[in-house]
Protein backbone atom coordinates (compact mmCIF):
# COMPACT_ATOMS: atom_id res chain seq x y z
CA UNK A 1 0.00 0.00 0.00
CA UNK A 2 1.53 3.11 -1.16
CA UNK A 3 1.33 5.61 2.09
CA UNK A 4 3.21 8.49 1.06
CA UNK A 5 2.07 10.65 -1.69
CA UNK A 6 4.27 12.71 -3.70
CA UNK A 7 3.75 16.02 -1.94
CA UNK A 8 5.35 13.90 0.94
CA UNK A 9 2.02 13.81 2.98
CA UNK A 10 0.41 10.21 4.23
CA UNK A 11 -2.12 9.00 2.33
CA UNK A 12 -5.15 6.93 4.32
CA UNK A 13 -7.11 5.50 2.13
CA UNK A 14 -11.13 6.15 1.75
CA UNK A 15 -12.02 2.72 1.97
CA UNK A 16 -10.14 2.04 5.00
CA UNK A 17 -13.46 4.04 6.22
CA UNK A 18 -17.46 2.79 6.00
CA UNK A 19 -20.02 5.48 4.51
CA UNK A 20 -23.10 4.46 5.72
CA UNK A 21 -25.33 7.20 4.93
CA UNK A 22 -29.39 6.28 4.57
CA UNK A 23 -30.59 7.24 1.22
CA UNK A 24 -33.16 9.97 2.37
CA UNK A 25 -30.41 11.71 4.78
CA UNK A 26 -29.28 14.13 2.35
CA UNK A 27 -27.54 16.55 4.38
CA UNK A 28 -23.96 16.96 3.93
CA UNK A 29 -20.88 16.04 6.64
CA UNK A 30 -20.00 19.05 7.95
CA UNK A 31 -16.59 19.67 7.65
CA UNK A 32 -14.64 22.18 10.13
CA UNK A 33 -12.48 24.30 9.03
CA UNK A 34 -10.83 25.92 12.07
CA UNK A 35 -9.64 23.76 15.12
CA UNK A 36 -7.47 25.96 17.73
CA UNK A 37 -5.94 25.07 21.16
CA UNK A 38 -6.46 27.51 24.37
CA UNK A 39 -3.19 29.40 22.98
CA UNK A 40 -4.72 29.55 19.24
CA UNK A 41 -2.65 27.52 17.80
CA UNK A 42 -4.62 25.97 14.99
CA UNK A 43 -4.43 22.50 15.07
CA UNK A 44 -4.75 21.22 11.65
CA UNK A 45 -1.94 19.20 10.28
CA UNK A 46 -1.35 19.91 6.63
CA UNK A 47 0.70 16.51 6.30
CA UNK A 48 -1.86 14.15 7.29
CA UNK A 49 -5.26 13.33 5.48
CA UNK A 50 -8.03 11.20 6.44
CA UNK A 51 -10.70 11.09 3.61
CA UNK A 52 -8.92 13.99 1.59
CA UNK A 53 -9.16 16.09 4.44
CA UNK A 54 -6.51 17.80 6.58
CA UNK A 55 -6.78 15.69 9.81
CA UNK A 56 -6.40 17.34 13.62
CA UNK A 57 -3.44 16.35 15.48
CA UNK A 58 -2.96 15.97 18.91
CA UNK A 59 -0.22 14.85 21.21
CA UNK A 60 -2.07 11.81 23.30
CA UNK A 61 -0.53 9.97 26.46
CA UNK A 62 -2.26 7.33 27.49
CA UNK A 63 -2.65 5.67 31.47
CA UNK A 64 0.49 4.27 31.18
CA UNK A 65 2.43 7.05 30.26
CA UNK A 66 2.73 6.23 26.59
CA UNK A 67 2.98 8.98 24.57
CA UNK A 68 2.37 9.54 20.37
CA UNK A 69 -0.06 11.40 17.72
CA UNK A 70 -3.72 10.75 17.61
CA UNK A 71 -5.14 12.14 13.76
CA UNK A 72 -8.87 13.12 14.04
CA UNK A 73 -11.33 13.39 11.17
CA UNK A 74 -12.43 16.92 10.96
CA UNK A 75 -15.79 15.68 9.99
CA UNK A 76 -18.30 15.87 12.43
CA UNK A 77 -19.52 12.64 13.55
CA UNK A 78 -16.76 10.51 11.73
CA UNK A 79 -14.63 7.92 13.72
CA UNK A 80 -11.75 7.70 11.54
CA UNK A 81 -8.45 8.35 13.72
CA UNK A 82 -4.71 7.35 13.62
CA UNK A 83 -2.22 7.14 15.77
CA UNK A 84 1.09 7.26 15.69
CA UNK A 85 4.15 5.94 17.49
CA UNK A 86 1.49 4.89 20.02
CA UNK A 87 -0.92 1.77 20.49
CA UNK A 88 -4.23 2.61 21.73
CA UNK A 89 -7.05 -0.19 22.83
CA UNK A 90 -10.89 0.29 23.29
CA UNK A 91 -11.43 1.41 26.83
CA UNK A 92 -7.87 3.55 27.35
CA UNK A 93 -8.21 7.22 28.54
CA UNK A 94 -5.85 9.35 26.78
CA UNK A 95 -4.98 12.68 28.03
CA UNK A 96 -4.89 15.23 24.61
CA UNK A 97 -2.19 17.64 24.03
CA UNK A 98 -1.54 20.62 21.62
CA UNK A 99 1.29 19.47 19.25
CA UNK A 100 2.82 23.30 19.45
CA UNK A 101 2.47 24.12 23.12
CA UNK A 102 1.63 21.08 24.78
CA UNK A 103 -1.08 22.81 26.64
CA UNK A 104 -3.63 20.00 27.68
CA UNK A 105 -6.78 20.17 25.78
CA UNK A 106 -9.38 21.75 28.52
CA UNK A 107 -12.55 19.77 30.01
CA UNK A 108 -15.80 20.96 29.15
CA UNK A 109 -18.11 18.59 30.65
CA UNK A 110 -18.96 14.72 31.41
CA UNK A 111 -19.58 12.41 28.79
CA UNK A 112 -22.91 11.54 28.64
CA UNK A 113 -22.05 8.27 27.06
CA UNK A 114 -19.68 6.78 29.14
CA UNK A 115 -18.93 8.92 32.56
CA UNK A 116 -15.38 9.89 31.35
CA UNK A 117 -14.89 13.60 30.57
CA UNK A 118 -14.99 15.78 27.35
CA UNK A 119 -12.01 17.59 26.30
CA UNK A 120 -12.64 20.62 24.15
CA UNK A 121 -11.37 21.92 20.75
CA UNK A 122 -11.69 25.63 20.28
CA UNK A 123 -13.35 26.48 16.75
CA UNK A 124 -11.80 29.90 16.57
CA UNK A 125 -8.53 31.35 17.60
CA UNK A 126 -10.30 33.28 20.90
CA UNK A 127 -11.01 30.13 22.78
CA UNK A 128 -14.71 31.15 23.21
CA UNK A 129 -16.14 27.65 25.27
CA UNK A 130 -19.96 28.73 23.19
CA UNK A 131 -17.64 28.32 19.56
CA UNK A 132 -16.13 24.68 20.20
CA UNK A 133 -16.45 20.95 19.80
CA UNK A 134 -15.54 18.24 22.22
CA UNK A 135 -13.79 14.93 21.93
CA UNK A 136 -14.33 12.16 24.93
CA UNK A 137 -11.20 10.70 26.59
CA UNK A 138 -12.12 7.41 26.12
CA UNK A 139 -10.77 5.32 23.37
CA UNK A 140 -14.08 3.36 21.78
CA UNK A 141 -16.75 5.89 23.59
CA UNK A 142 -19.47 6.64 21.17
CA UNK A 143 -18.58 10.27 21.93
CA UNK A 144 -14.75 9.79 20.60
CA UNK A 145 -15.04 11.70 17.57
CA UNK A 146 -15.92 15.08 17.27
CA UNK A 147 -19.43 16.47 18.97
CA UNK A 148 -21.01 19.67 19.15
CA UNK A 149 -21.16 22.42 21.79
CA UNK A 150 -25.12 22.27 21.65
CA UNK A 151 -24.85 18.10 21.61
CA UNK A 152 -22.56 18.39 24.46
CA UNK A 153 -24.96 20.70 26.29
CA UNK A 154 -27.69 18.94 25.26
CA UNK A 155 -26.98 15.93 27.21
CA UNK A 156 -25.68 17.33 30.16
CA UNK A 157 -29.13 18.97 30.92
CA UNK A 158 -30.49 15.65 29.75
CA UNK A 159 -28.47 14.12 32.74
CA UNK A 160 -29.41 16.99 35.39
CA UNK A 161 -33.06 16.31 34.77
CA UNK A 162 -32.99 12.65 34.98
ZN1 LIG B 1 -1.05 25.32 21.49
ZN1 LIG C 1 -17.27 8.95 26.51
Do not use: W
Request: glycine fraction near 6%; hydrophobic fraction near 30%; include cysteine.
Amino acid sequence: MKRFTDKGTIHIPKNKFRHRRKKSDVSEPVLLTGCYCLNGHSLFDDHIQINEHNAIKLLIENEKGDKGLLALSPVYGEHARVTFDIKIEKGDILNMYCPECKEPLKVYSTCSVCDSEMLTIFLTEEHNYTDCVGVCKKVGCHNSKLVSSRRMLLSAVKNITK
